[in-house]
């Protein structure tokens, strides 16, 4: 079938500049100057622990908060800063909060055809339903929200925001709502549509793999800070900082000190490049790089506890010299449960040394 074709405005994905942003609540330091660059079309994923200042931060690239310093921009247009304010609904974005904040008096259609007062009703109706096409749910257009599942409200939420073409997106823990599920196949369409609409997105989560699956690039937000911007692989392959490492991976943390470049522990010599010989420093060992083969080879371990996952399998291994036993995320070995001895091979490549913290 023919669709006619689209009559809002064509709106461009925009460019969005923050520089050195601040913002508090009384004496509570929620954003501390934080400077970002997202390109258009860029999908950002905040990402930190509860706390941190991420929806702060949304709030303000929104125009709900004004911030106390810095600058905002989109594209060439100031919307904050010393020079003026330019209200949220001048601003042309689309939100998408956690509960969806769909109206439970009007129907699927009327929901999403709310901020296209500028059009005339037949060709409201059009484009509204040309979204809820979108989304895939034409077919719910006459029924209330409250008919339908949390992960079709979340559709109907995201063809509201996008129907206005915005020229940035804003998300705050969209898919949190959702049980687990669900989440997976939500996201996915999410993800899909955002592609297809070519919106620039910022999208506020504090599930570090929803980040990854997400994001072209990630923010670590740690107390009202940026500490790491960069794509999911360059933040997880090299981690600004331990509690960076902490946030994406469960790590073994083994304790050594560096002699001639390398990180002499007792489970073996890690490079540490950069770091002075005699400096403490410490082994982040992911639970993927501890390898369990038959003893006598490698360091000696015994297995204390065997957790059956499915496709990897958890295993927790007492190794002398180490004050906590090791966890190694392995294919399930037939036979190997607690009380066995093992030995224990780490592959270098799972393996990022960090400076040990002063106490
Ligand atoms: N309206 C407010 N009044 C006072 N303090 C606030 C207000 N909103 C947030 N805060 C404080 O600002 C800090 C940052 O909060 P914010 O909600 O931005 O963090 P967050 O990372 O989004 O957390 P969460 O994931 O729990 O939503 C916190 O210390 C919070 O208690």
Request: aromatic content about 4%.
């Amino acid at each position: 079938m023919q669709h006619p074709p689209s009559r809002t405005p064509v709106s461009l994905a925009s460019r969005l500049i923050l520089e050195d942003v601040r913002h508090g609540y009384g004496t509570v330091e929620a954003v501390r100057g934080v400077s970002l660059v997202v390109e258009p079309g860029e999908i950002l994923c905040l990402l930190g622990q509860s706390g941190c200042g991420k929806t702060t931060l949304l709030r303000l690239i929104a125009g709900i908060e004004r911030p106390s310093s810095g600058s905002i921009r989109l594209d060439r247009h100031v919307v904050a800063g010393p020079e003026g304010f330019v209200p949220p609904e001048k601003r042309n974005i689309g939100l998408v909060f956690q509960d969806y904040a769909l109206f439970p008096h009007l129907t699927n259609l009327e929901n999403v055809s709310f901020g296209l007062r500028a059009l005339s009703a037949t060709e409201a109706r059009e484009e509204a339903l040309r979204a809820l096409r979108r989304v895939r749910l034409e077919h719910y257009a006459q029924d209330y929200p409250h008919a339908l599942s949390g992960g079709e409200q979340q559709r109907v939420a995201l063809a509201r925001a996008l129907v206005p073409r915005p020229g940035i997106l804003l998300m705050d823990e969209p898919f949190s709502g959702l049980d687990s599920r669900l989440r997976g196949s939500v996201r996915a369409d999410t993800l899909k549509v955002l592609r297809d609409a070519r919106a620039t997105c910022i999208i506020v989560t504090h599930d570090p793999e929803e980040a990854m699956r997400l994001g072209d690039r990630i923010a670590l937000m740690r107390q009202g800070e940026i500490v790491q911007i960069g794509t999911p692989e360059e933040i997880y392959r090299h981690p600004a900082d331990i509690a960076a490492a902490r946030f994406f991976c469960e790590i073994n943390e083994v304790d050594g000190v560096v002699g001639s470049g390398r990180v002499i522990t007792p489970l073996g010599a890690f490079d540490a490049p950069g770091m002075d010989d005699g400096q403490d420093a410490v082994a982040a060992i992911r639970p993927q790089g501890v390898e369990l083969r038959a003893p006598g080879t490698g360091v000696p371990g015994r297995v204390v506890s065997h957790r059956f996952l499915g496709e990897l399998d958890l295993y927790e291994v007492a190794v002398e010299g180490v004050d906590r036993p090791l966890v190694a995320r392995r294919r399930t070995t037939a036979g190997l449960s607690r009380g066995h001895d093992v030995g224990v091979h780490i592959d270098p490549a799972e393996v990022l040394v960090f400076a040990a913290a002063r106490p």
